[in-house]
C-alpha cells in the first residue's frame, strides 16, 4: 500500500470516527440536559427516576465523546497531509452551511414556543433546557449527517 493510499484510508476512517463522536455528544446532550426539561411537561407525566437513570447514563457519553473528540482534534494537526485530507475546502464550506442550518432551526423552535405561549402556560423550566439541547445538538447532527456524505 503506498503513502497516499494509506493516508486516504486513514482520512477517512478519521472522519468516521469524527461523524460517531458527534452523534454521540449530540444524543448525549440531549438526553443529559433535554431530559431535564421534560420532567416539567405535565401531560407526559414521566416517571422522575427514569429522567434521572437516563441523565446519569447520558451525561457520560457527552463527555466520553467529547474529550475524544479534543484527543481527535489535537492529533490531526500533528499530520499536515492527514489534516489537510480531512479538513479542506468542502468541509470549510460544510462548516458555514452546518451554522446557517443550525440557527435557523433555533430561530424556528425559538419562535414556536413563543407562539405557543398565546395558546397555553409555557413553563419556562421545560422549555428552556430542551431549547438549549436542541441549540447544542443540531449543529453536531447536521454536520454529522452532512460530513463527506
Excluded at 461523524?19 to 407525566?45: E, H, M, T
Excluded at 441523565?55 to 500533528?78: E, Y
Aim: proline share 3%; with cysteine; glycine share 8%.
Amino acid at each position: 500500500m503506498s503513502e497516499n493510499e494509506r493516508l486516504i484510508k486513514q482520512a477517512e476512517h478519521m472522519g468516521g470516527l469524527r461523524r460517531l463522536l458527534l452523534i454521540g455528544q449530540a444524543v448525549g446532550y440531549i438526553g443529559w440536559i433535554g431530559s431535564r426539561g421534560l420532567g416539567y411537561v405535565q401531560a407526559l407525566n414521566i416517571d422522575p427516576l427514569l429522567l434521572m437513570v437516563v441523565q446519569n447514563l447520558c451525561w457520560p457519553l457527552w463527555g466520553a465523546s467529547l474529550l475524544a473528540s479534543l484527543w481527535l482534534m489535537r492529533r490531526t494537526p500533528k499530520n499536515r497531509q492527514l489534516s489537510a485530507l480531512l479538513d479542506d475546502e468542502r468541509t470549510a464550506e460544510l462548516t458555514k452551511k452546518v451554522f446557517q442550518i443550525s440557527y435557523w432551526v433555533l430561530l424556528i423552535a425559538v419562535a414556536l414556543v413563543y407562539a405557543s405561549t398565546f395558546v397555553t402556560d409555557v413553563d419556562i423550566r421545560a422549555v428552556a433546557p430542551i431549547l438549549l439541547s436542541l441549540g447544542v445538538a443540531v449543529p453536531s447532527l447536521t454536520y454529522a449527517a452532512l460530513y463527506r456524505g
